[in-house]
């Protein structure tokens, strides 16, 4: 049995303009936004790459065409923190590294992706995630000079450290942000 | 640890959009960062522009460090005899642009100039001599190119890959340096992307990386040889630029002792006197 490989790209992305806070990142327009940078500047060969590959549609008619323009699963989405991670075959792995610096676009305003970690399963993938966003909260916390900022970051950390007896010390957010 | 390096941030007129560009080079991790002014006549020359205030945290202000750099359009009738100006001097980093197959051997021969750029966006016009190239290693030159126009437009992309992969096949990007030449934030990209186009442009890995930092940290060390030596050997400079713990050089005093030395000293002068005292005596 040979063994389905997945990459997971851990990518941030990044507004430049400076109403950066009012951008809402979401999984389906983010994937639209690689799809549309991969038909511009990829051969027929690389766009197959993107198939979902093993989850064969090839009997429905018109749908094969479909189901290989579905861009390779953007897995999850942090619309706060802006951070998403995607899924892709083994074998796309250099295609999507080299493709996403390409991608100017999302949703109409000028973005910047960078790719933080690539890994070859989801859990390590969260690991990656959870150390950048734990740098980013301790860093914020550092440099803030608004009270009320300062508080939220705080409260934000507190929600996710438990106490000494191994209980959480503040109620979790429903909304952390996820789609 | 090692520093990303982007030598090639457009200087723009607009004071607000420079600051933007240079917050989000910091923000994508560039720690050593240079502002490019492009000279095409040579009389209109100036002194290189102070390092522009961002309001950085105080680790980003440790870390990140802003240089000031010109690029002269070179074409067969330009004079280049200002190249060893003072106010050419005050810049960090100097770098030529050639137009011309005879500029180009002129800049990789005789200049005494740092970085040779190109510009990769539209047919350079002559062709790249492996022995012009061969000449400008061996004297140390470092080479150039930007990903910023193969980013901004579909057109100049074909060319840019043409160009580069032309370049590179030859000499496997020696001595190449890899920059954004960016006029807007958004034609700046994070530096491990930056790496995975350079081997898009027919480098290794390695070589992609080194591109973004050990080779301009040689860049800039071999900038500060030609600004401030006299022939790689002799530095020159002021006596009261040099640092408190030198300076018993310059006064003809013994180099200050420590503590820790001070109670060894005792102790060794001790032992030494009883020993000749002991000599004298025998005899």
Redesign the interface.
Known sequence: MVRLKNRYFLCKV?F?S?DESNEMLTSQEFRRAIEKAAR?SLGSSDLALWATGYEMHINSGSSIFDSYLLVGKVIKVNSHSKTAIVRVQHRAT?ML??L???I?QHQKT??????LHVTGTVATCQKALIKYERRTLL?LL??TTNKDHRKKIQEALLSCTLDLQGQKIASDNDNDGFT | MVKFHDLNIARVKDAVAQKHTLRIACRLGYEVVAVTTVLKNGNELTAAPPPIELQLTKEEQQNFQQLSRITVVLSDKTNNSYLGNDKIKSYDILAVQPTTEKSFQVACSELNVDLITFDFSTWLGFHLKHQYVQTALRLGKYFEFTYGPAIRDTTCRRYVFQNTTDFVQRKEGQNTIISSGAEWPTDLRAPYDVANLAILFGMKEGQAKSSLTSTPRALLLKAATRRLTVKSSITIGHVTSIPEKDKWKIEGSKPPSTDAGKRQNTDDHDEPKKKKSKKLKSN
Not at chain 1, 110 to 115: A, K, L, P
Request: charged letters at 30%; aromatic letters at 4%.
């Open positions: 990044i430049p400076p511009k250099r590294s080299q996403l610096p390409f100017k000028d973005v910047i992706i960078q790719t860093e550092r440099n």
